[in-house]
């Protein structure tokens, strides 16, 4: 991509999910700093992964709450900031990511002065979390959603596999919108969260009725005769008629880098960076989000949307810094472990958290935000929402 005759620089950004879209922002927001930017994503759409659990159950409402973002809107959108920024967006699958091109599946590379690499991560198997690579359009991500459901509506028991936050709202979600369906989930409850907050949240799901079992499935559907063993075969669990995934997190960096960037890629496929967020190696590569690995001896603060814009917010600001051969500013990683706060929706009634305040404030906070839309009412006008589509 050659930049134009007034532009600082020209910047791709591999995916169009929050972390890349919040790259963008930040570049265009930033004054008197002309970049352009281009999005490149396989979907036509910026998917809110973050209320999957509720698209599962409620797949009608995608389009009232705007989970299902058009990402050439959203880019439009993100071009009307203040600056004189160019941000377009190009539908199409990065095969191949450089030190500064992008291939993609048709074939044709695109060049640019930095790359910046968003593509978060995804479950080992389902759409629970993000879509699956052949849901390229809103259109076919709400249509798998509601074939999940109705799969869901003539089921009798789900087992949902893995117990971290995805898999507890998911549970959480299921069992408030089947109240007669039978939930089981298996898993590490919340692992490496807080004792105090493990106890609720089991608390509060066993009183919705879902039964809360260790150990792990590996199964991706129940056995002919209905049942389902957890991996070490100590656990049986029978007349299930339906396996929900939300485990095993997985990265594609080792797919997508070329030669040059491999050496920068961890065995988990994530991208190991410098504190500036550049690969270790490459100077015009950038990584935020989940894909970026954390640095030994440091720890994340905050995991998932939070963590895609603190990062994002770092790497956009040293994308413009880089182009005006500015220094680049250090992302602050945690040097120690921290609790992290933590807000769990079990479905649209029921919230529990653990961000250091009263019970009964963290209660409400629960409901009246994530519960309500997963905090979409919070960032929708970020994205555009009422103004370019």
């Known amino acids: ?37 281009t999005i490149v994503d396989r979907q036509n759409y910026m998917d809110w992964s973050l209320a999957s659990p509720r698209m599962l159950v409620a797949p009608d409402d995608i389009d009232q709450y705007g989970y299902c973002m058009p990402l050439d809107k959203v880019c439009e959108f993100v071009g009307l900031q203040k600056g004189k920024n160019k941000t377009t ?10 030190p500064k091109s992008v291939t993609l599946d048709n074939g044709q590379t695109l060049e640019a002065d930095v790359i910046v690499v968003a593509i978060g991560g995804q479950y080992s198997s389902g759409a629970i979390w993000k879509p699956t690579p052949d849901l390229t359009t809103r259109e076919t991500r709400i249509a ?24 507890v709202e998911v549970a959480g979600e299921l069992k408030a919108a089947f109240p007669d ?21 089991k608390t509060a799901l066993e009183g919705m009725g879902v039964v809360v079992k260790e150990g792990r499935v590996d199964a991706k559907e129940p056995d ?7 991996r070490d075969g100590g656990t049986t669990i029978e007349n299930v008629d339906l396996i929900l995934n939300a485990a095993g997190f997985t990265f594609k960096g080792k797919d997508i880098a070329d030669d040059t960037l491999q050496k920068d890629v961890t065995d988990r496929g994530q991208f190991n960076c410098r504190h500036t967020l550049q690969l270790a190696s490459t100077d015009s590569v950038f990584c935020c989000g989940d894909v970026l690995a954390v640095p030994e001896g440091y720890y994340a603060d905050v995991k998932g949307l939070q963590h895609a814009d603190m990062t994002a917010e770092t790497v956009g600001k040293n994308v413009v810094a880089m182009l005006q051969q500015k220094p680049l500013a250090d992302f602050a990683w945690s ?21 250091g305040m009263p019970n009964f404030m963290e209660n409400f906070l629960g409901r009246t935000l994530k519960c309500k839309d997963y905090y979409m009412s919070l960032k929708k006008s970020g994205y555009g929402k009422g103004k370019t589509w």
Request: glycine share 12%.
């Open 181 to 201: 369906l039978q939930v089981t989930m298996v898993g590490s409850l919340l692992p490496n969260s807080p004792e105090v907050l493990q106890i609720r949240v």
């Open 144 to 167: 798998a959603f509601r074939t999940l459901r109705e799969k869901i509506a003539n089921s009798k028991h789900v087992v949902v596999t893995g117990a971290g936050p995805s898999g």
């Open 1 to 37: 991509m050659a930049p134009s005759s007034e532009s600082l620089g020209s910047c791709i950004i591999v995916g169009g999910g929050p972390g890349g879209v919040h790259v963008a922002t930040t570049i265009a927001k930033m004054c008197g700093a002309t970049v352009d930017v």
């Open 89 to 98: 967006f190009v539908q199409a699958a990065v095969t191949q990511v450089g």
């Open 335 to 355: 040097k120690t472990p921290i609790n992290k706060p933590m807000m769990t929706a079990l479905g649209p009634k029921i919230a529990i958290g653990y961000m």
């Open 224 to 230: 002919s005769d209905g049942t389902v063993k957890t």
